[in-house]
Structures are given as C-alpha cells and as structure tokens.
C-alpha cells in the first residue's frame, strides 16, 4: 500500500512538473523566427539553463541579491560597464524596453561589471535620461564570470524559474519591433 501511495504522488509530481509553464521547443521555434536585424544575435538554448546565484549589490548600499531574488518573472539581464560604448549606446533602449514591457512578468537588469563606480553609472544614467533600470553592480566580475560573460555587452533572458532561455553577444537594438515582439511572445502578450 505505501509502495502504491509513493508511486501515486511520484506520477502526480512528474505530471505537475510537465504541466508547469513553460515553452515547448516548437513555442521557442515560433519565437526564435521574429527575429530580425540585431536581434538575429539573439540565440535561444535548447534547453534552460541554470544560472550563477553569486550575490551581485544593489544600488545606495541595499545590501546584496542574487538572481534568484527576481524569479517569478521573465528577466532581461544586461551585463555592461561604464568605459564600454556599445553597452552604453543600447542602454536607452534597454530603458525603453523596460518602460513598454516592464511589469509583474518581465524587469530589465542592467549589472555593471568590473570597474564601475556608483557614481559613474549615475552620472551617465543621468546624461541619458534613464530613471527606470536598477543601478546593480558586480564590481569583482564574480557573476559574469560565473555566467560565462567573455567580453561586453552580454544580455541574458532569464525565464521565470531563473533559467537561461537565451543569449545575445554584442549591442542590440532593444526597442526594435523585433525585440519588442520578442519579449511580447514570450510573456504571451500582443506585441506594441
């Protein structure tokens, strides 16, 4: 009788774990086929992937977090650094992006990594006029390094049990219609 109750829960826990939501290669397929322009560099794994949970700090000395704090949701995560022009030249749209998408189901991370100070991020947050994306900082490069991060930009798509779904090398334009269509698909929302 117990040998059938543990069977009975052990289907029943398999079965959950197939039902949760998450996407079918062919839904990531559909997704990978919008997109276009710099969004091409954008390459989807075949799997998730498990990602660092090195503690990363928050701005204003708040203290530490890791990526795990911000499951729940899908995750735009952008490695970046001051002294970097392509980094700096798509954070606009990164700010964009947020500002369209950005809700209960999907936040843009922008992690500065290396040499970064506080106030060099708010200064050039500041010089572009970006008051939406957390001033996050992994100033020893333990995250990037632990993610695999060679070189910068580096942008990562988190679902929402904090795997990697996807990577993109290089600048991007976030706020294209691709990228925006992009994200919308994968929040199962209308594109905007």
Not at 19 to 24: C, E, M, N, V
Not at 44 to 62: C, I, K, N, W, Y
Not at 69 to 84: E, H, P, R, S, V
Request: proline share 6%; with cysteine.
């Amino acid at each position: 009788m117990r040998l059938l109750t543990s069977l009975t829960l052990y289907i029943a826990v398999a079965i959950s774990a197939i039902a949760a939501p998450t996407l079918a290669l062919a839904d990531m397929a559909s997704i990978a086929a919008l997109r276009e322009g710099s969004m091409k560099k954008l390459q989807f794994h075949s799997e998730p992937r498990a990602v660092s949970q090195v503690e990363f700090l928050l701005p204003d000395g708040a203290g530490k977090a890791s990526l795990a704090d911000y499951q729940g949701k899908y995750i735009l995560l952008n490695f970046w650094a001051t002294w970097c022009p392509p980094c700096r030249k798509e954070m606009p749209d990164l700010s964009k992006l947020q500002a369209k998408l950005g809700g209960d189901h999907f936040q843009v991370l922008t992690m500065a990594t290396g040499r970064n100070s506080p106030a060099a991020i708010a200064e050039f947050f500041d010089s572009v006029g970006i008051t939406n994306l957390p001033q996050i900082r992994d100033p020893k490069q333990a995250l990037a390094r632990d993610m695999a991060v060679l070189g910068l930009p580096i942008t990562v798509i988190l679902n929402p049990k904090g795997q990697e779904i996807a990577r993109l090398r290089g600048d991007a334009e976030w706020d294209s219609s691709s990228a925006r269509a992009i994200i919308s698909a994968l929040l199962k929302e209308p594109a905007s």
